[in-house]
């Protein structure tokens, strides 16, 4: 920590005019990387959100900090879209020395409505504001979808289509514990057998829910995590957007948060705002419950890796049944 800090003062000085490293302390926010709050002396005093990649490992894949950094600075200005603003960066000497960024604290409340814990001063939203909120969101999400590859710089990344993305979550169950893989090579089986055809390819953020947005009242403010980001298919993010807003569905799911607009009307909303129409959607929906369990899947082994501290791990393994089981069922409607 003590050399973060160090390395921190000069990136400071050198990027921000009149500010100085005050404090830092860690934060919550991200799976792939280390995410801290600094806190800088100057006039105003400031307050800048650190993105650093995992020390002694190469910063590759969702690792990829810098990654991160370079769409986030892509999407500056970009109507209908909004993220934080890249401050500075250094690609450090990796994987010793590990990369990281710097962007602007935007205030903003992050909220799973369905399935975060509330009390000790946290609350729903009004359901009239939830619901605006989250139509918003749909809306953003659309605009994102619908920004140009050339405009963003991303014309050059590698297209991932529905088998590509579908091969990408089947190598996590791969790498997981073998009590979280029954039934999962069948679910694959079928969506591969069921392959749609891709759409035209865009920015996909990957991981898209209010969760990983930063709102202010009803209004989203920033999208933030940008750790799995691709050119591929749209309605990857779409189904997955959609899956958080079906607490009947979802299996992390606590309550169902009123206010909160079921998927029909998210979707009408997307469609409504977006220059692309939807086919072959119920595919996506079943594929998102495999990414899921491929998700918790992963969540798990690392959480049994560490011991199991505060029980997580026992608490979301039989989940990963659930998921794919409902994947299952949705697949047999196809």
């Not at 990654?67 to 993220?83: D, E, F, H, S």
């Not at 749609?196 to 933030?224: K, M, Q, S, W, Y």
Request: proline share 9%.
């Amino acid at each position: 920590m003590s050399e973060l800090e160090e390395r921190l003062r000069t990136l400071v000085a050198g990027s921000i005019d009149g500010a100085e490293l005050d404090s830092l302390r860690p934060l919550q926010g991200g799976a792939s990387s280390l995410t801290l709050l600094a806190t800088l002396r100057g006039d105003p005093a400031r307050k800048v959100v650190v993105r650093q990649a995992p020390a002694g490992i190469m910063p590759l894949g969702a690792r990829d900090v810098l990654r991160q950094a370079r769409i986030m600075q892509a999407l500056q200005g970009c109507a209908g879209v909004a993220v934080p603003r890249v401050l500075f960066e250094d690609p450090g000497d990796p994987p010793e020395v590990p990369p990281l960024f710097g962007m602007e604290f935007i205030d903003g409340e992050s909220l799973e409505p369905h399935k975060d814990p509330i009390g000790q001063g946290r609350s729903l939203p009004a359901p009239d504001a939830l619901a605006a909120r989250a139509l918003n969101a749909a809306r953003m999400l659309a605009a994102l979808h619908a920004l140009p590859a050339e405009r963003i710089g991303i014309a050059a990344e590698p297209e991932l289509g529905p088998a590509d993305e579908l091969s990408r979550w089947s190598r996590v169950f791969a790498t997981v514990d073998a009590d979280m893989q029954p039934g999962a090579e069948a679910v694959a089986g079928l969506l591969n057998h069921r392959l749609p055809c891709a759409a035209p390819a865009c920015l996909v953020h990957g991981d898209f829910r209010l969760g990983n947005l930063l709102c202010r009242g009803t209004e989203p403010v920033a999208i933030v995590d940008w750790e799995i980001w691709s050119r591929g298919d749209p309605r990857f993010d779409l189904a997955w957007f959609l899956l958080t807003a079906e607490p009947q569905v979802h299996p992390l799911a606590i309550r169902d948060a009123p206010g909160m607009p079921r998927p029909d009307v998210l979707l009408a909303t997307y469609q409504a705002a977006s220059v692309r129409g939807v086919e072959s959607l119920e595919w996506f929906r079943a594929a998102a419950l495999y990414k899921m369990a491929a998700s918790v899947s992963l969540i798990v082994k690392h959480s049994r890796r560490r011991g199991d501290p505060d029980g997580r791990a026992a608490a979301l393994a039989p989940r990963v049944a659930t998921m794919l089981d409902r994947a299952r069922t949705a697949l047999r409607d196809i």
